[in-house]
């Protein structure tokens, strides 16, 4: 691959000079011309390529150019199935040919400042992906962008306002997470409460009864009855009890309990945290099943395969439970698949804008980001993918940044940034940075083993398009005043309703 190319001037040597003078010759100078190249592989007497390379040439071996076919031949042997994603910007009529399996099952980065590309190129990969008889997609939807870059037989698409995700299906410590304070001088008495009290919940509930689970504990996803719970709470923090000496005095837990229901009641009547709390589809063990297979697309008789969730309707204080309960479920979901079927169900999860839920810094967002590391760490082995998408590389976790395999770099101008992303690169490609900001828009650089050498590649276009168009000010400006209606837009924004 060449990396450089130098022309310069060619300084003859006093000596020649010399000898042109002696000879009342002419010295014609010529310049030099210098490229400099990276060794991207062999191939041997056969015709079978292979990365990477033990014989470097001599100096003076001839060098040639590679042709088509052969370039194509190359690419294929490195794909699988011909899924391409583009095609070479160099050789235009080259299809960009990747491995999928390597693209996903490693997960993959795609970064570019804003307006670079990021969502088209989204929706052009999945739409390739929509072209396999079946696939599993989930797709986090910031903006609300994708709906209509699909033909809709295929997606699946969960309004925020319509998601539901109970409490339920937290484990203990999700739950903790949630309920309980724990800088509070009684946070360890409620969680010791706390646990007695949910196991006796869940093993006590009708339904679960008869569901023949021969060991409930506090993690086993089975429906309960929060109400129970709170009002258990509720008397716990206020009982009365009659002492050694025959006296009524203040139980064991009086008082202790105060802040910790206040808490929770003042989420349970958070109308915001309803599709966490006050579940209306999904309230029986039972129940699960159904919403596995919504948010799987796996509705029976009308299988989809990508499911977008728009999450842009979900109040910011509430998404990192739903999000990180979301991921921790698939992951279950894919290691349970495997344990009873020797075979794995592969998942990949697509996030937009991860920077602004799988921040470093983001304390608020602290199990979304966790649950998403293991799913960087774990995921391989179950078949659960993770593409990051992100304007902002910087802010997205370093350990889930560095557990990805492939990066497509679109066009990064923000030196700051272009220093993050090298550093994130093996020491021999470094220098492929440079070329970031020349980048245009849809075009990218593929890097990783997903493909046979990093790449320059104009992305397909996607049809249909996601909505993410820029505005034309001067078009819209250049247009007669026209009277809009205020309180249309007021009102929907006071029913959050569209
Ligand atoms: N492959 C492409 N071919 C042609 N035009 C493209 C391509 N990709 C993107 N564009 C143009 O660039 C615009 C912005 O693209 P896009 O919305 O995907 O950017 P983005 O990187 O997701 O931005 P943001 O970070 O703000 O979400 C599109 O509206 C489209 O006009
Ligand atoms: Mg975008």
């Not at 060794?39 to 470097?56: A, C, N, Q």
């Not at 698409?157 to 339920?168: A, N, R, S, V």
Request: proline fraction near 5%.
């Amino acid at each position: 691959m060449i990396s450089n190319i130098r022309m310069r001037e060619s300084i003859p040597s006093s000596r020649e000079i010399k000898d042109a003078e002696e000879t009342d010759e002419y010295f014609l100078e010529f310049p030099e011309r210098r490229i400099s190249v990276v060794p991207i592989g062999t191939i041997d007497p056969s015709g079978k390529f292979e990365r990477g390379t033990d014989i470097l040439p001599t100096v003076n071996t001839p060098v040639y150019a590679v042709h088509k076919k052969l370039i194509n031949d190359i690419y294929k042997f490195y794909s699988i199935g011909d899924f391409s994603i583009g095609k070479l910007s160099l050789i235009p009529e080259q299809d960009a040919k990747i491995d999928l399996d390597v693209f996903l099952g490693r997960h993959a980065v795609i970064i570019g400042q804003t307006g670079s590309g990021k969502s088209w190129t989204v929706a052009s990969i999945l739409q390739k992906i929509a072209n396999f008889p079946k696939s599993t997609v989930v797709l986090f939807d910031l903006h609300g962008e994708y709906k209509n870059a699909f033909n809709n037989e295929y997606i699946d698409f969960i309004d925020g306002k319509d998601l539901e995700f109970p409490y339920w299906l937290m484990n203990f410590q999700e739950l903790t997470d949630l309920m309980i304070d724990r800088s509070e001088f009684s946070a360890p008495n409620q969680i010791a409460k706390f646990r007695e009290i949910l196991q006796q919940a869940k093993e006590t509930n009708e339904e679960n009864v008869t569901l023949n689970i021969p060991k409930i504990t506090i993690d086993t996803p089975v429906f309960f009855n929060f109400q129970n719970i709170i009002e258990e709470f509720k008397r716990l923090d206020v009982e009365r009890i009659i002492g050694a000496t025959g006296r009524e005095k203040n139980g064991p837990y009086h008082g202790h309990f105060t802040r910790l229901i206040m808490r929770i009641e003042s989420k349970l009547n958070d109308k915001r945290f309803n599709l966490i709390f006050r579940p209306v589809k999904y309230n029986t063990s039972a129940s699960m099943e159904l919403l596995f297979r919504k948010i799987l697309g796996e509705t029976i008789d009308d299988p989809k395969k990508i499911v977008i969730i728009d999450i842009s309707p979900i109040p910011m204080e509430v998404r990192n439970s739903v999000i990180s309960l979301i991921l921790r479920c698939m992951f279950d979901f894919v290691y349970w698949y495997k344990r009873i079927n020797e075979k794995t169900y592969p998942i990949a999860v697509f996030f937009e804008e991860a920077h602004s839920y799988l921040s470093e810094n983001e304390r608020s967002m602290k199990s979304t980001r966790l649950s998403a590391e293991k799913i960087a760490k774990e995921g391989r082995k179950y078949g659960i993918s993770l593409t990051v998408i992100s304007q902002r590389p910087r802010e997205v976790s370093a350990t889930i940044l560095s557990q990805c395999n492939s990066f497509m770099c679109l066009r990064i101008t923000n030196p700051d940034d272009q220093i993050y992303v090298k550093r994130l690169l093996p020491d021999s490609i470094r220098g492929i940075v440079s070329i970031f900001s020349t980048l245009r828009r849809g075009e990218c650089i593929l890097l990783g083993d997903s493909i046979m050498m990093p790449t320059r590649i104009k992305i397909d276009k996607p049809d249909p398009a996601p909505s993410s168009e820029d505005t034309s000010f001067f078009n819209e400006w250049n247009q007669e005043h026209e009277e809009i209606d205020v309180n249309s837009v007021l009102n929907a924004w006071r029913r959050q309703e569209d």
